[in-house]
């Protein structure tokens, strides 16, 4: 079975520098996807960004990037220029790309903090 | 667009007593799950359903069942609540087909509380 491990629980950041989110995964499958969520104290879970296995491009979105590397199983979530909305559980997640109805596997969290 | 909605938001339970956690889709989405959420352990899977008439466990699935009553509909049954389950409980959908990559759709929660 997958698994996905975030090693911090708990990360700070001051506001406008920048933070990397920690994600690593255990898997045999060659295709699968990768995703990072946001929660924020409303609870709802939010998609920051998402990654294709087999793409070796980085995915970005304006402020959040990730650094994919394939080998080493790792997919790290880079927030630049950090915002006070920022502040968030954010959870690391896997998917099965073998077939149409594989659930997302989630790693533990990291609760981020930004200082004004 | 209403996309995942899940009823009730919050809920008290006594140990014992029975609920049932409703789940609705409006993007015609196959698969639909539902998963736990507890401190500083994520979200785990219960059950899932794959399409209309399957479904399947999860991580954790001990003490609940599921019910897929349409393509629209998933629903999870406490027989009898224990304190154990106490716990934020997310429903949520994916489309699927040929874009693998499609994202989770996640209803907003619901805080149980087994007393």
């Known amino acids: 079975a997958q698994t996905v491990t975030q090693s911090q629980p708990e990360m700070s950041v001051q506001e406008a520098e920048t933070v990397t989110l920690s994600c690593t995964y255990d898997t045999s499958e060659s295709d699968y996807y990768l995703f990072w969520y946001k929660q924020p104290p409303s609870r709802q879970m939010i998609l920051v960004i998402r990654?294709?296995?087999?793409?070796?491009q980085n995915a970005t979105e304006n402020r959040f990037s990730v650094n994919f590397q394939k080998a080493a199983k790792s997919f790290s979530l880079k927030i630049s220029d950090s915002q006070l909305g920022d502040a968030a559980m954010y959870f690391c997640a896997y998917r099965s790309g073998n077939s149409g109805n594989t659930p997302l596997v989630f790693g533990k969290g990291t609760r981020l903090s930004v200082i004004a | 667009n209403a996309g995942v909605t899940q009823t009730p938001k919050f809920q008290v339970l006594k140990t014992g007593q029975s609920m049932t956690l409703q789940c609705a889709q409006d993007?015609?989405?196959?698969?639909m799950y539902w998963y736990r959420q507890d401190p500083g352990m994520g979200l785990r899977l219960i059950y899932y359903?794959?399409?209309?008439?399957?479904?399947d466990k999860g991580e954790v699935p001990n003490g609940y069942n599921v019910s897929r009553l349409n393509k629209r509909e998933f629903s999870l049954r406490l027989e009898s609540a224990a304190p154990s389950q106490t716990s934020v409980y997310f429903c949520?959908?994916?489309?699927?087909?040929?874009?693998?990559?499609?994202?989770?759709?996640f209803g907003q929660g619901t805080r149980l509380t087994v007393v």
């Open positions: 359903s794959a399409s209309e008439g399957t479904t």
């Open positions: 949520a959908s994916i489309g699927t087909g040929g874009n693998m990559n499609t994202e989770a759709f």
């Open positions: 990654q294709e296995a087999y793409k070796q």
């Open positions: 993007m015609n989405h196959n698969s």
